[in-house]
C-alpha cells in the first residue's frame, strides 16, 4: 500500500505544469575574452517548424532598448516558489518563449537539450512541448545554471546533494536544421568538458529584466 501511494505521489510531481510565470526577461551573454559576445542579447533564431534554437545578436542601447529584444520568461509550478522572486535561486523551471506566428497569436514554447550521442556539445532548443523541457536555475544576480544532483566521477556514484550549480553555455557554430552560431551547452561537470566542437567559446548566460 506504501509502495503504491509513494508511485502516486511521484506520477504527480513529475506531471505537475509549469504555469507559474514570471516577468519576462532578456538573455544576456557575457564573455571575458570576446567583446563582441560581451553584453549580447540571445535570440530565437528558426531551425525549422516551430522549433528555435538561440543565437547572440545584437546588444542593448538608447536607441534600442531591451525590450526591442527577444523576451524569454522562467515558469516553475505551483509547488514551488514565485518565479519573480530571486531569492529562491534553487528552485527549478523550465524557459519559456512565446513564438510569434500569424501575425497575432503565440506558442508557448520550452528548451530542452538536444544531445546527439556522438558529441558532447548540446542544443538549447525551443519547442511547444514543454513535457521535454530542461529544468533551469537563477542565480539571484541573473546568472542561468543546470544544477548536479548526480555524481558518477566518484566511485561508486551517488546522488550528489551538494547540488553543484553548472554553467557549461558555450557560443559555437552548430547544426540542427541550419548553420548557424548559437548558444550550446557543453556535457559534463566543468572540470571534465572541454567542447570537442573548435569553434565554441565560453559565455555566462544572466536574465535581465526588461
Ligand atoms: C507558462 O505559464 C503560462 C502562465 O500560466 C502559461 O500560459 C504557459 O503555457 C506556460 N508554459 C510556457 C511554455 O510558457
Ligand atoms: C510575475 O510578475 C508579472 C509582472 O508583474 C506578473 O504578470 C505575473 O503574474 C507574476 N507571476 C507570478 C507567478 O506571480
Ligand atoms: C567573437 O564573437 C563574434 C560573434 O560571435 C565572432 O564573429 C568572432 O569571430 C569572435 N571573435 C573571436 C576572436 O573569437
Ligand atoms: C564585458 O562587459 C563588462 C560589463 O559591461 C565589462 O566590465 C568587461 O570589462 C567586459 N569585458 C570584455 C572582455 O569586454
Ligand atoms: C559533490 O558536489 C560537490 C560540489 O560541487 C563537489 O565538491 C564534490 O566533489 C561532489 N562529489 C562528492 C563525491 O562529494
Not at 527549478?92 to 514554447?109: A, E, K, R, V
Amino acid at each position: 500500500m506504501m509502495f503504491y501511494l509513494t508511485l502516486a505521489a511521484l506520477a504527480v510531481a513529475s506531471t505537475a505544469q509549469n504555469d507559474l510565470r514570471s516577468k519576462d526577461f532578456a538573455l544576456q551573454l557575457s564573455s571575458t575574452t570576446n567583446e563582441t559576445l560581451n553584453g549580447s542579447l540571445l535570440y530565437a533564431c528558426h531551425e525549422g517548424a516551430a522549433t528555435e534554437s538561440l543565437c547572440p545578436g545584437g546588444k542593448p542601447s538608447d536607441e534600442e532598448p531591451l525590450q526591442l529584444y527577444a523576451m524569454f520568461h522562467f515558469n516553475t509550478s505551483t509547488s514551488s516558489a514565485n518565479p519573480n522572486d530571486t531569492k529562491w535561486d534553487n528552485i527549478g523551471g523550465i524557459l519559456g518563449y512565446d513564438l510569434p506566428y500569424n501575425h497575432d497569436q503565440i506558442q508557448p514554447s520550452a528548451m530542452f537539450l538536444y544531445i546527439q550521442p556522438t558529441s558532447n556539445v548540446a542544443l538549447p532548443i525551443i519547442t511547444p512541448a514543454e513535457s521535454s523541457s530542461t529544468s533551469v536555475f537563477f542565480e539571484e544576480c541573473g546568472s542561468m545554471y543546470i544544477k548536479q544532483y548526480y555524481d558518477d566521477t566518484t566511485i561508486p556514484p551517488y546522488a550528489n546533494t551538494s547540488e553543484a550549480h553548472i554553467k557549461n553555455w558555450y557560443i559555437c557554430d552548430t547544426y540542427y536544421g541550419y548553420h548557424y552560431r548559437t548558444l550550446a551547452w557543453v556535457v559534463g561537470l566543468d572540470s571534465h568538458s572541454t567542447p570537442q566542437n573548435p569553434t565554441c567559446e565560453k559565455v555566462d548566460v544572466k536574465r535581465v529584466y526588461a
